[in-house]
C-alpha cells in the first residue's frame, strides 16, 4: 500500500520537544521533496519546514525559525521534524506531504495538488 504515515505527537508542555516522523510505505521518497504542515481548529492550513529531495535545501516558517528543524533518512526511507521550545500556539494536526517539486511543495506555483499526503498526528502543547 502506497503510503505517508505520521508519528510521534502527543502532548508536551511549554519549552519541551517532540520529534515527528514521516514514513513513506510502498514507494521511495528518495526523488520528493517533503514539506510538513500543520492545522489549528478554526484555522487554515500552514506550511511550517520543507525539504528537496536531496536533503540540501530546507526552508521553514517564521513562525518556527530557529526551533523546528527538518531532516532525512533515505535508508530509512523517512523524514523528521524535531520540534524544540514548544509553545501553545504549535499546538496543532500536523501532516507530512511529498511531491516531487521542491517548488510545488513550499506552494510557490499555486498548486497544491501534492502526490502524497499522510494522515496526521495530533502536537498538544499544554501545562
Known amino acids: 500500500q502506497v503510503q505517508l504515515v505520521e508519528s510521534g505527537g502527543g502532548l508536551v508542555q511549554p519549552g519541551g520537544s517532540l520529534r515527528l516522523s514521516c514514513a513513506a510505505s510502498?514507494?521511495?521518497?528518495?526523488?520528493?521533496?517533503i514539506g510538513w504542515f500543520r492545522q489549528a481548529p478554526g484555522k487554515e492550513r500552514e506550511g511550517v519546514a520543507y525539504?528537496?529531495?536531496?536533503?540540501?535545501?530546507?526552508v521553514y516558517a517564521d513562525s518556527v525559525k530557529g526551533r523546528f528543524t527538518i531532516s532525512r533518512d533515505h535508508a530509512k526511507n523517512t523524514v523528521y521534524l524535531e520540534m524544540n521550545s514548544l509553545k501553545p500556539e504549535d499546538t496543532a494536526v500536523y501532516f507530512c506531504?511529498?511531491?516531487?517539486?521542491?517548488?510545488?511543495?513550499?506552494?510557490?506555483?499555486?498548486?497544491?495538488?501534492?502526490?502524497?499526503w499522510g494522515q496526521g498526528t495530533q502536537v498538544t502543547v499544554s501545562s
Open positions: 506531504a511529498a511531491d516531487r517539486s521542491f517548488a510545488v511543495i513550499q506552494g510557490l506555483t499555486g498548486n497544491k495538488d501534492y502526490d502524497y
Open positions: 510502498g514507494f521511495s521518497l528518495d526523488y520528493y521533496a
Open positions: 525539504i528537496s529531495s536531496s536533503g540540501s535545501n530546507t
